[in-house]
């Protein structure tokens, strides 16, 4: 990372305000000052601003769980986004959710400003699992069960992977479904074609680690290393 970014984001200050206490002579790498904005760092060198040395983390890993009516974005211009409901907690992190839901669906969304992480968990080769929370207007049947495992055909044609659909053995519009890609509004395709509706739709888990059941909707915290291991690809089954 460069030392003007470094700075900038441990400080959380511009990086023209990081460069200008770079080449005035504020800024020290192990020991030596340094006034040039652009030096390299590998991490392991200790960064001293104005006597305070800095720390800062590469990348931030956010659990969300987003309520109705929030789109699932960076920025919207009619509509509060995902990234709004943290009311300016990271103010220089380019944030933007690793996957989407509906703006009428809840759950789990997870923030990132790291594009490799995200690319990772979405890619359909990774197959890393999603896991839902359905409530149907009319109930689950075992001919839907063995459509989602055989794999449902959409009404433009194309295949879905096959799903798992585990009913409820207490309520019987009320479902779990674990997906294994990602297609837009594709529960609610799938269901549609079953001549089913789906009234809620909750994400509880992506790969091995569910929703923290602390977090209230609209509420956030950061994911832990130990977290994020679960949610890396080949770790969902930790």
């Given at each position: 990372?460069?030392?003007d970014k470094?700075v900038?984001q441990?400080?959380?200050?511009p ?5 200008t206490l770079?080449?005035k002579?504020?800024?020290t ?5 340094c006034?040039k904005a652009?030096?390299?760092?590998s991490?392991?060198e200790t960064?001293?601003?104005e ?8 990348f931030?890993y956010?659990?969300?769980n ?10 919207d211009?009619r ?5 709004d409901l943290?009311e300016?907690?990271y ?8 996957g989407?839901?509906?703006k009428?669906?809840?759950g789990?969304?997870?923030l990132t400003?790291d594009?490799a992480?995200a690319?990772a968990?979405l ?14 207007d ?14 449902v055909?959409l009404a ?5 992977k ?6 409820d053995?207490e309520?019987?519009?009320a ?5 294994h890609?990602g ?9 549609g ?7 809620e739709?909750?994400?509880?888990a ?8 602390a977090?209230a ?5 950061p ?16």
């Amino acid at each position: 990372m460069r030392l003007d970014k470094f700075v900038a984001q441990s400080l959380q200050l511009p990086r023209s305000a990081a460069r200008t206490l770079i080449t005035k002579g504020r800024v020290t790498v192990d020991g030596q000052v340094c006034k040039k904005a652009d030096t390299a760092l590998s991490g392991s060198e200790t960064v001293v601003a104005e006597g305070k040395a800095l720390t800062c983390q590469q990348f931030v890993y956010i659990m969300l769980n987003k309520p109705k009516g929030v789109v699932s974005a960076s920025t919207d211009r009619r509509d509060r986004t995902v990234v709004d409901l943290l009311e300016g907690a990271y103010p220089r992190r380019e944030l933007f959710p690793a996957g989407r839901l509906d703006k009428t669906s809840t759950g789990f969304v997870l923030l990132t400003d790291d594009g490799a992480f995200a690319h990772a968990i979405l890619s359909p080769r990774r197959h890393v699992p999603k896991t839902y929370r359905v409530e149907l207007d009319t109930p689950v049947t075992p001919a839907m069960v063995t459509a989602f495992a055989q794999g449902v055909t959409l009404a433009d044609g194309q295949a879905m992977k096959p799903a798992d659909l585990i009913p409820d053995p207490e309520n019987p519009l009320a479902a779990t479904v674990v997906l294994h890609q990602g297609v837009y509004h594709q529960i609610k395709r799938m269901f549609g074609v079953l001549d089913a509706g789906v009234n809620e739709l909750h994400r509880q888990a992506i790969g091995g680690l569910a929703l923290d059941p602390a977090l209230a909707p609209g509420q956030w915290r950061p994911i832990t290393e130990e977290e994020l291991a679960r949610l890396a690809p080949g770790g969902q089954n930790a």
